[in-house]
């Protein structure tokens, strides 16, 4: 019974912040990697972030600077702080786990998925 739940979406201002957390239940991943990605309307899913175990990140290059990754594993959890916002960022956001993470980068396709919380930056 792994489950994600994604939390901390919703509305903002261009410029604004919002940060966003993920609760998993059913496994600890305390040792494994956990992650974020995002999909627009039209689009593709695309990486938003990547942790690795020992706390090493990556980013995608359309967030890296603005959005920074963050893990608490006695929480089971990993949060997104996204900052300085924009209306590309408009998204449904969704948390991973159990990924793989080489070389610094994450590889999502393997994790676990959460349902998704909505961002939407008004311009």
């Known amino acids: 019974q792994v489950q994600l739940v994604e939390s901390g979406g919703g509305l903002v201002q261009a410029g604004g912040s919002l940060r966003l957390s993920c609760a998993a239940s059913?496994?600890?991943?305390?040792?494994?990697?956990m992650g974020w990605s995002r999909q627009a309307p039209g689009k593709q899913r695309e990486l938003v972030a990547g942790?690795?175990?020992?706390?090493?990140?990556t980013y995608g290059d359309s967030v890296k600077g603005r959005f920074t990754i963050s893990r608490d594993n006695a929480k089971n959890t990993v949060h997104l702080q996204m900052d300085s916002l924009k209306p590309e960022d408009t998204a449904v956001y969704y948390c991973?786990?159990?990924?793989?993470?080489?070389?610094?980068?994450?590889?999502?396709?393997?994790?676990?998925w959460g349902q998704g919380t909505q961002v939407t930056v008004s311009s």
């Open positions: 991973n786990a159990g990924g793989v993470y080489f070389s610094g980068r994450y590889y999502p396709s393997t994790a676990y």
């Open positions: 059913g496994s600890t991943f305390s040792d494994k990697p």
């Open positions: 942790i690795s175990s020992s706390g090493s990140t």
